[in-house]
Protein backbone atom coordinates (compact mmCIF):
# COMPACT_ATOMS: atom_id res chain seq x y z
CA UNK A 1 0.00 0.00 0.00
CA UNK A 2 1.23 3.22 -0.76
CA UNK A 3 0.73 4.86 2.51
CA UNK A 4 2.89 2.28 3.69
CA UNK A 5 5.66 4.12 1.91
CA UNK A 6 4.83 7.20 2.88
CA UNK A 7 4.91 6.67 6.26
CA UNK A 8 6.89 3.15 6.69
CA UNK A 9 8.52 4.36 10.41
CA UNK A 10 4.84 6.01 12.04
CA UNK A 11 2.25 3.61 13.18
CA UNK A 12 -0.96 2.97 11.41
CA UNK A 13 -3.94 2.46 12.79
CA UNK A 14 -7.43 1.65 10.52
CA UNK A 15 -5.32 1.10 7.41
CA UNK A 16 -7.59 0.31 4.81
CA UNK A 17 -7.70 0.30 0.85
CA UNK A 18 -10.45 0.20 -1.72
CA UNK A 19 -9.56 0.32 -5.29
CA UNK A 20 -7.02 3.37 -5.90
CA UNK A 21 -8.02 4.84 -2.25
CA UNK A 22 -6.20 4.44 1.00
CA UNK A 23 -7.00 5.50 4.92
CA UNK A 24 -5.37 5.49 7.94
CA UNK A 25 -5.35 6.93 11.45
CA UNK A 26 -1.59 8.38 12.07
CA UNK A 27 -0.64 10.68 15.46
CA UNK A 28 1.27 13.70 13.87
CA UNK A 29 2.20 16.12 16.22
CA UNK A 30 0.64 14.00 19.04
CA UNK A 31 -2.76 13.79 17.69
CA UNK A 32 -4.52 11.86 15.68
CA UNK A 33 -5.50 12.47 11.71
CA UNK A 34 -7.33 10.98 9.29
CA UNK A 35 -4.95 10.77 6.09
CA UNK A 36 -6.63 9.64 2.85
CA UNK A 37 -4.31 8.87 -0.74
CA UNK A 38 -5.17 7.95 -4.03
CA UNK A 39 -2.61 5.47 -5.31
CA UNK A 40 -1.91 6.42 -9.45
CA UNK A 41 -0.87 3.08 -10.46
CA UNK A 42 -4.20 1.90 -9.85
CA UNK A 43 -6.35 3.27 -12.65
CA UNK A 44 -4.43 6.58 -12.65
CA UNK A 45 -5.59 7.16 -9.32
CA UNK A 46 -9.47 7.85 -10.53
CA UNK A 47 -11.81 8.05 -8.07
CA UNK A 48 -15.31 5.58 -8.81
CA UNK A 49 -17.82 4.60 -6.94
CA UNK A 50 -16.11 2.42 -4.54
CA UNK A 51 -13.27 4.99 -3.68
CA UNK A 52 -15.93 7.24 -3.23
CA UNK A 53 -17.70 5.78 -0.53
CA UNK A 54 -14.77 4.63 1.52
CA UNK A 55 -13.27 8.73 1.48
CA UNK A 56 -17.03 9.49 2.36
CA UNK A 57 -17.29 7.36 4.91
CA UNK A 58 -13.59 8.79 6.37
CA UNK A 59 -14.44 11.93 6.02
CA UNK A 60 -18.20 11.15 8.22
CA UNK A 61 -15.68 9.67 11.03
CA UNK A 62 -13.19 12.49 11.01
CA UNK A 63 -16.12 15.39 11.37
CA UNK A 64 -17.65 12.94 14.10
CA UNK A 65 -14.22 12.82 16.25
CA UNK A 66 -13.17 16.11 15.12
CA UNK A 67 -9.75 15.14 13.68
CA UNK A 68 -7.58 17.21 11.07
CA UNK A 69 -7.82 15.37 7.68
CA UNK A 70 -5.11 15.23 5.49
CA UNK A 71 -5.54 14.23 1.67
CA UNK A 72 -2.56 13.15 -0.51
CA UNK A 73 -3.73 13.30 -3.76
CA UNK A 74 -2.33 12.08 -7.24
CA UNK A 75 -5.42 11.55 -9.30
CA UNK A 76 -6.68 12.01 -12.98
CA UNK A 77 -10.81 12.33 -11.03
CA UNK A 78 -13.71 10.95 -11.27
CA UNK A 79 -13.65 7.76 -12.96
CA UNK A 80 -15.87 8.47 -15.83
CA UNK A 81 -16.69 5.12 -16.26
CA UNK A 82 -18.26 4.74 -13.56
CA UNK A 83 -21.34 6.55 -15.23
CA UNK A 84 -24.01 7.83 -13.09
CA UNK A 85 -23.55 5.74 -10.34
CA UNK A 86 -19.97 7.15 -9.70
CA UNK A 87 -20.96 10.72 -9.85
CA UNK A 88 -23.94 9.78 -7.77
CA UNK A 89 -21.24 8.68 -4.82
CA UNK A 90 -18.36 11.07 -5.84
CA UNK A 91 -21.35 13.82 -4.93
CA UNK A 92 -22.40 12.03 -1.80
CA UNK A 93 -18.50 12.06 -0.88
CA UNK A 94 -18.07 15.90 -1.83
CA UNK A 95 -20.76 16.69 0.35
CA UNK A 96 -19.54 15.30 3.35
CA UNK A 97 -16.16 17.02 2.29
CA UNK A 98 -18.53 19.93 2.50
CA UNK A 99 -19.79 20.00 5.67
CA UNK A 100 -16.36 18.97 7.60
CA UNK A 101 -14.67 22.26 6.01
CA UNK A 102 -17.43 24.34 6.86
CA UNK A 103 -17.21 23.07 10.87
CA UNK A 104 -13.65 24.92 10.69
CA UNK A 105 -11.41 21.64 11.16
CA UNK A 106 -8.05 21.48 9.73
CA UNK A 107 -8.74 20.20 5.74
CA UNK A 108 -5.17 19.76 4.17
CA UNK A 109 -4.81 18.87 0.67
CA UNK A 110 -1.12 17.37 -0.68
CA UNK A 111 -1.00 17.07 -4.30
CA UNK A 112 2.11 14.59 -4.96
CA UNK A 113 1.44 14.49 -8.85
CA UNK A 114 -1.46 14.82 -10.97
CA UNK A 115 -4.52 16.41 -9.41
CA UNK A 116 -7.19 16.73 -12.14
CA UNK A 117 -10.79 17.14 -12.57
CA UNK A 118 -13.39 16.40 -9.63
CA UNK A 119 -9.86 16.17 -7.58
CA UNK A 120 -8.62 19.21 -8.07
CA UNK A 121 -11.60 20.66 -7.25
CA UNK A 122 -11.23 18.84 -3.56
CA UNK A 123 -7.76 20.21 -3.71
CA UNK A 124 -9.24 23.26 -4.24
CA UNK A 125 -12.13 22.95 -1.05
CA UNK A 126 -9.12 22.64 1.40
CA UNK A 127 -7.85 25.07 4.07
CA UNK A 128 -4.10 24.94 3.11
CA UNK A 129 -2.72 23.21 -0.48
CA UNK A 130 0.41 22.07 -0.87
CA UNK A 131 1.60 20.42 -3.76
CA UNK A 132 5.30 19.16 -5.03
CA UNK A 133 7.36 21.21 -7.66
CA UNK A 134 6.56 18.47 -10.03
CA UNK A 135 3.08 18.79 -9.84
CA UNK A 136 0.24 19.30 -12.21
CA UNK A 137 -3.01 21.04 -10.74
CA UNK A 138 -5.79 21.76 -13.53
CA UNK A 139 -9.81 21.43 -13.56
CA UNK A 140 -9.27 20.22 -17.59
CA UNK A 141 -6.03 18.03 -17.96
CA UNK A 142 -3.58 18.73 -20.60
CA UNK A 143 -5.56 16.37 -23.10
CA UNK A 144 -8.77 18.28 -23.12
CA UNK A 145 -6.63 21.50 -23.14
CA UNK A 146 -4.64 20.03 -25.76
CA UNK A 147 -5.98 22.28 -28.49
CA UNK A 148 -6.94 25.47 -26.84
CA UNK A 149 -6.34 28.74 -28.14
CA UNK A 150 -3.37 30.28 -25.88
CA UNK A 151 -2.70 33.53 -28.02
CA UNK A 152 -3.99 35.74 -25.52
CA UNK A 153 -2.48 33.79 -22.65
CA UNK A 154 0.55 35.53 -20.52
CA UNK A 155 3.56 32.76 -19.81
CA UNK A 156 6.93 33.58 -18.78
CA UNK A 157 8.34 31.74 -21.37
CA UNK A 158 8.05 30.29 -24.86
CA UNK A 159 8.41 26.68 -23.83
CA UNK A 160 6.91 23.86 -26.26
CA UNK A 161 4.52 22.97 -23.68
CA UNK A 162 2.58 26.05 -22.13
CA UNK A 163 -0.42 24.32 -21.13
CA UNK A 164 2.09 22.14 -18.77
CA UNK A 165 3.50 25.23 -17.81
CA UNK A 166 0.55 27.04 -16.67
CA UNK A 167 -1.45 24.28 -14.88
CA UNK A 168 2.18 23.68 -12.89
CA UNK A 169 2.31 23.64 -9.09
CA UNK A 170 5.25 26.39 -9.74
CA UNK A 171 2.75 28.34 -11.75
CA UNK A 172 0.57 28.12 -8.95
CA UNK A 173 2.72 28.92 -6.54
CA UNK A 174 4.13 32.11 -8.61
CA UNK A 175 -0.08 33.21 -8.31
CA UNK A 176 0.10 32.15 -4.62
CA UNK A 177 -2.67 29.78 -5.27
CA UNK A 178 -1.10 27.03 -3.59
CA UNK A 179 2.46 26.45 -1.42
CA UNK A 180 5.40 24.15 -3.07
CA UNK A 181 7.63 21.34 -1.76
CA UNK A 182 10.71 19.76 -2.64
CA UNK A 183 9.22 16.12 -4.61
CA UNK A 184 12.08 14.53 -2.71
CA UNK A 185 11.09 16.16 0.45
CA UNK A 186 10.36 14.16 3.96
CA UNK A 187 6.69 13.67 3.80
CA UNK A 188 6.36 13.20 7.69
CA UNK A 189 7.97 16.17 8.19
CA UNK A 190 6.28 17.80 5.66
CA UNK A 191 2.53 17.30 6.98
CA UNK A 192 3.86 17.90 10.29
CA UNK A 193 4.61 21.51 9.40
CA UNK A 194 1.03 22.24 7.42
CA UNK A 195 -0.41 20.73 11.14
CA UNK A 196 1.30 23.67 13.02
CA UNK A 197 1.24 26.40 10.35
CA UNK A 198 -2.45 25.62 9.69
CA UNK A 199 -4.08 28.28 11.88
CA UNK A 200 -2.02 30.79 10.29
CA UNK A 201 -2.45 29.58 6.89
CA UNK A 202 -5.76 28.65 6.48
CA UNK A 203 -8.21 31.10 4.59
CA UNK A 204 -11.06 32.39 6.42
CA UNK A 205 -14.47 31.76 4.29
CA UNK A 206 -14.56 36.05 4.27
CA UNK A 207 -10.89 35.95 3.00
CA UNK A 208 -11.35 33.26 0.99
CA UNK A 209 -13.83 35.25 -0.35
CA UNK A 210 -12.16 38.42 -1.08
CA UNK A 211 -8.98 36.97 -2.90
CA UNK A 212 -10.85 35.21 -4.93
CA UNK A 213 -12.75 38.80 -5.86
CA UNK A 214 -9.35 40.05 -6.62
CA UNK A 215 -8.38 37.51 -9.05
CA UNK A 216 -11.22 37.68 -11.06
CA UNK A 217 -10.75 41.92 -11.03
CA UNK A 218 -7.55 41.81 -12.16
CA UNK A 219 -8.17 39.41 -14.71
CA UNK A 220 -11.60 41.00 -16.03
CA UNK A 221 -12.34 44.17 -14.25
CA UNK A 222 -14.94 44.85 -12.40
CA UNK A 223 -17.56 42.34 -11.76
CA UNK A 224 -21.74 42.91 -12.27
CA UNK A 225 -23.74 41.34 -9.29
CA UNK A 226 -26.76 39.77 -10.82
CA UNK A 227 -29.91 41.55 -11.19
CA UNK A 228 -32.08 39.11 -9.62
CA UNK A 229 -34.86 40.58 -6.99
CA UNK A 230 -36.80 37.11 -6.96
CA UNK A 231 -36.21 33.84 -4.88
CA UNK A 232 -35.52 31.90 -8.08
CA UNK A 233 -32.86 32.51 -10.62
CA UNK A 234 -31.02 30.86 -13.63
CA UNK A 235 -27.34 29.25 -13.65
CA UNK A 236 -26.40 29.12 -17.27
CA UNK A 237 -27.80 29.55 -20.84
CA UNK A 238 -27.50 26.27 -22.03
CA UNK A 239 -23.40 26.74 -22.91
CA UNK A 240 -20.59 26.26 -20.19
CA UNK A 241 -20.00 28.24 -16.83
CA UNK A 242 -16.77 29.62 -15.42
CA UNK A 243 -15.47 31.38 -12.56
CA UNK A 244 -17.56 34.80 -12.81
CA UNK A 245 -20.63 33.29 -12.99
CA UNK A 246 -19.68 30.88 -10.28
CA UNK A 247 -18.56 33.61 -8.13
CA UNK A 248 -21.89 35.83 -8.78
CA UNK A 249 -24.11 33.24 -8.17
CA UNK A 250 -22.08 32.60 -4.83
CA UNK A 251 -22.40 36.45 -3.68
CA UNK A 252 -25.64 35.89 -4.21
CA UNK A 253 -26.69 33.43 -2.44
CA UNK A 254 -24.06 34.64 0.50
CA UNK A 255 -26.66 37.85 0.66
CA UNK A 256 -29.93 35.32 0.88
CA UNK A 257 -31.78 35.67 4.13
CA UNK A 258 -31.97 32.38 6.42
CA UNK A 259 -34.93 30.45 6.62
CA UNK A 260 -35.79 31.37 3.33
CA UNK A 261 -36.63 29.15 -0.10
CA UNK A 262 -34.88 29.55 -3.49
CA UNK A 263 -35.06 27.71 -6.82
CA UNK A 264 -32.16 27.27 -8.87
CA UNK A 265 -33.01 26.22 -12.09
CA UNK A 266 -29.95 25.59 -13.97
CA UNK A 267 -28.70 24.56 -17.69
CA UNK A 268 -25.38 25.04 -18.42
CA UNK A 269 -23.09 22.13 -20.56
CA UNK A 270 -20.75 21.55 -17.31
CA UNK A 271 -17.79 24.11 -16.98
CA UNK A 272 -16.05 26.19 -19.44
CA UNK A 273 -12.94 24.78 -20.42
CA UNK A 274 -10.03 27.04 -21.71
CA UNK A 275 -6.91 27.94 -20.13
CA UNK A 276 -7.76 31.50 -19.00
CA UNK A 277 -10.01 29.61 -16.83
CA UNK A 278 -7.47 27.55 -15.77
CA UNK A 279 -5.17 30.73 -14.80
CA UNK A 280 -7.77 31.54 -12.67
CA UNK A 281 -7.88 28.48 -11.03
CA UNK A 282 -11.98 27.69 -11.93
CA UNK A 283 -11.37 24.59 -9.62
CA UNK A 284 -11.72 27.22 -6.44
CA UNK A 285 -14.50 29.11 -7.94
CA UNK A 286 -16.37 25.84 -8.06
CA UNK A 287 -15.49 25.04 -4.61
CA UNK A 288 -16.35 28.40 -3.20
CA UNK A 289 -19.85 28.18 -4.64
CA UNK A 290 -20.42 24.95 -3.06
CA UNK A 291 -19.50 25.90 0.30
CA UNK A 292 -21.38 29.27 0.17
CA UNK A 293 -24.15 27.26 -0.72
CA UNK A 294 -23.71 24.30 1.78
CA UNK A 295 -22.96 26.96 4.42
CA UNK A 296 -26.48 28.72 3.64
CA UNK A 297 -28.43 25.27 3.82
CA UNK A 298 -27.24 24.65 7.09
CA UNK A 299 -28.34 28.10 8.25
CA UNK A 300 -31.88 27.33 7.47
CA UNK A 301 -32.16 28.62 3.99
CA UNK A 302 -33.86 25.93 1.95
CA UNK A 303 -32.36 25.45 -1.78
CA UNK A 304 -33.85 23.29 -4.92
CA UNK A 305 -31.92 22.91 -7.64
CA UNK A 306 -34.33 22.08 -11.13
CA UNK A 307 -32.26 20.76 -13.86
CA UNK A 308 -33.94 22.20 -16.96
CA UNK A 309 -31.81 21.38 -19.46
CA UNK A 310 -27.90 19.77 -19.23
CA UNK A 311 -25.55 19.71 -16.76
CA UNK A 312 -22.17 17.52 -15.84
CA UNK A 313 -19.54 16.92 -14.32
CA UNK A 314 -17.71 20.17 -11.07
CA UNK A 315 -20.96 21.92 -11.60
CA UNK A 316 -23.38 19.24 -10.93
CA UNK A 317 -21.36 17.93 -8.15
CA UNK A 318 -21.32 21.35 -6.70
CA UNK A 319 -24.70 21.98 -6.95
CA UNK A 320 -26.07 18.72 -5.87
CA UNK A 321 -24.06 18.73 -2.99
CA UNK A 322 -25.11 21.69 -1.00
CA UNK A 323 -28.56 21.72 -1.96
CA UNK A 324 -31.83 20.38 -0.24
CA UNK A 325 -32.96 18.91 -3.22
CA UNK A 326 -32.19 18.62 -6.95
CA UNK A 327 -35.37 17.81 -9.49
CA UNK A 328 -34.79 17.32 -13.18
CA UNK A 329 -36.97 18.22 -16.48
CA UNK A 330 -38.34 15.68 -17.94
CA UNK A 331 -35.97 16.77 -21.26
CA UNK A 332 -33.05 17.04 -18.65
CA UNK A 333 -29.43 15.75 -19.57
CA UNK A 334 -26.78 14.80 -16.72
CA UNK A 335 -23.60 13.47 -17.60
CA UNK A 336 -20.43 13.14 -15.75
CA UNK A 337 -18.25 14.98 -18.04
CA UNK A 338 -19.31 17.60 -21.16
CA UNK A 339 -19.26 15.15 -24.75
CA UNK A 340 -16.54 17.17 -25.93
CA UNK A 341 -14.04 16.61 -22.77
CA UNK A 342 -15.17 13.04 -22.94
CA UNK A 343 -13.97 12.41 -26.44
CA UNK A 344 -10.58 13.67 -25.28
CA UNK A 345 -10.29 11.49 -22.59
CA UNK A 346 -11.90 8.26 -23.57
CA UNK A 347 -11.76 8.79 -27.17
CA UNK A 348 -14.93 8.03 -27.67
CA UNK A 349 -18.99 9.10 -26.73
CA UNK A 350 -19.69 8.28 -22.84
CA UNK A 351 -22.80 6.25 -22.71
CA UNK A 352 -26.20 8.34 -22.26
CA UNK A 353 -28.07 7.51 -19.16
CA UNK A 354 -31.62 8.01 -18.96
CA UNK A 355 -32.95 10.24 -16.25
CA UNK A 356 -34.45 7.04 -14.10
CA UNK A 357 -31.39 6.09 -14.08
CA UNK A 358 -30.54 8.73 -12.49
CA UNK A 359 -33.06 8.88 -10.35
CA UNK A 360 -32.21 5.42 -9.38
CA UNK A 361 -28.56 6.38 -8.42
CA UNK A 362 -29.55 9.69 -6.38
CA UNK A 363 -28.50 11.74 -8.70
CA UNK A 364 -31.91 13.70 -8.51
CA UNK A 365 -34.70 13.46 -6.33
CA UNK A 366 -37.60 13.64 -8.64
CA UNK A 367 -38.60 14.41 -12.07
CA UNK A 368 -41.24 17.17 -12.42
CA UNK A 369 -42.86 18.72 -15.45
CA UNK A 370 -42.67 22.29 -15.48
Known sequence: MRLLSYFEKRSLRELCKVGCAERAVLSLNDQGCMVMLTDPNEIKGSIGAGESKALDESFAEALSQRSPVIFIIDSAGARITDGLKGLSAFTRMFRSALDYRIAGLPLISVVDGNCFGGASVMAALSGVLAASDTSRIALS????????????????????????????????????LCSIFEARANRVELLENLLVTYPRKAQSIEGWQESLRLRLVRHVGKLKALDVTNSSLTFGSGGPVGSIECFQLAEWLSKQREEGEINIDVDCDGQKVSVEEEQLFLSEYIAYLAVILRQKVKEGLHVKVTITGSISGAIYVALAAAANRVVARPNARIRVLPDSSTRKVLNSQQQVESLEVAKEFGIVDAIESA
Do not use: M
Not at 161 to 166: A, K, P, V
Open 141 to 176: GPRILKNADISNVSVRDTATDSISLIISARERHRNE
